[in-house]
């Protein structure tokens, strides 16, 4: 999203957001059509695709989004690294529903994409990563990794582990911790 952006696209823009949102939690989203969404949208399918190519790049622009605000909110917190996924993790859980309807519907990959784009190009994480900068794309490979299927089992899972239990696990798992 762009401050430039016109106001109208913005309110356009999240009415189709909402009522696909609504639409997800009755309705698989194979199932959902432009005019569905557009319908309980009250918009022409014209606007529709003055903001959109297809139903797809609402859920991208949703999730892009998230991510823009969870980017801004740990380059202000400056937090230490240890503090990364802890933040990572509790950010998640506050769009829990927004991302088990993703998941639910088998679009888990529109996160994934993002989550991956998030780690692997966002220039905030560079200086909380104290090693040589050779290693970097593979940490932050690894974190886009491990985040994404952690939270995506997290979600999926019902055996209930809890927030704290899960961010204690991922630290555990990236210091090498559980391995005999």
């Known amino acids: 999203m ?3 952006e016109n106001p109208m696209s913005i309110r356009s823009k999240n009415a189709l957001s909402g009522a696909l949102l609504k639409l997800m ?16 949208a009250r918009l022409s399918r014209q606007t529709f695709y003055t903001n959109f190519s297809k139903k797809e790049d609402i859920l991208h622009y949703l999730v892009e989004g998230l991510f823009c605000r969870y980017s801004a909110q740990i380059s202000e917190l400056n937090t230490p690294p240890s503090s990364l996924l802890v933040e990572y993790f509790f ?4 769009h829990r529903d927004f991302l088990s ?5 088998g679009l888990g ?10 780690f692997t190009s966002d220039d905030s994480l560079n200086s909380i990563l104290n090693t040589e900068e050779i290693l970097h794309p593979y940490i932050r490979a690894s974190l886009a990794g491990l985040t994404y299927e952690l939270l995506w089992l997290w979600l999926t899972d019902e055996r209930g582990l809890s927030i704290d239990d899960l961010t204690i696990l991922a630290k555990n798992l990236l210091a090498g911790n559980i391995f005999v």
């Open 91 to 94: 950010y998640w859980d506050l």
């Open 101 to 105: 309807l993703l998941f639910c519907h």
């Open 109 to 118: 990959e529109i996160f994934q994409e993002h989550n991956r784009k998030f």
């Open 2 to 4: 762009s401050e430039h």
């Open 25 to 40: 939690m009755t309705t698989p989203f194979k199932d959902i059509t432009i005019s569905d969404i557009t319908h309980r």
